[in-house]
């Protein structure tokens, strides 16, 4: 894994994470996270994870994977990865595994308790916008089950 920090701010900013911040708040939080790339077939999450980070892929691809190894979802830029466990602080449910090498931003599991005394205009728009994530992630679960069930 090799870290970069030079151009998080020029990432975040295209990401849904930075949707409806303006410029100042965008670079705050950049600030807060790292830039790692990660080689294809490595580990950006996996389930006996003992952090609950949150990452953002800015570029490439990875892929979520059950314990067997079952492909879950494909993921690229924009994506997010362990937003569950960011929120809630409980383990992983599944391993995100890059597919030829990709790079995201990891933001610190205590990202919104670090900003929310200085920065609660910040912690209100990521929360916005990861809850905007999982609603679009249990939609499409939802119709996956019905259409299974049919």
Do not use: W
């Not at 990865?81 to 030829?100: H, N, T, V, Y």
């Not at 990521?126 to 679009?136: A, G």
């Amino acid at each position: 894994m090799d870290s970069e920090t030079p151009d998080s701010y020029e990432l975040l900013a295209r990401t849904g994470l930075a949707t409806g911040m303006s410029h100042e708040q965008v670079r705050v939080l950049a600030d807060c996270g790292k830039v790692e790339s990660y080689a294809s077939g490595e580990n950006l999450v996996s389930k006996d994870d003992d952090r609950f980070d949150l990452l953002v892929v800015v570029d490439g691809a990875c892929e979520i994977r059950t314990d067997m190894d079952d492909l879950l979802y494909r993921l690229g830029r924009d994506s997010l990865i362990g937003e569950m466990s960011f929120l809630d602080q409980k383990p992983r449910s599944a391993k995100a595994i890059s597919s030829g090498g990709c790079k995201a931003i990891r933001f610190p599991a205590s990202l919104l308790d670090d900003l929310e005394a200085t920065r609660p205009d910040i912690v209100a728009r990521l929360l916005k916008n990861i809850s905007l994530v999982l609603c679009q992630k249990l939609r499409s679960t939802t119709r996956f089950a019905e259409a299974t069930f049919v």
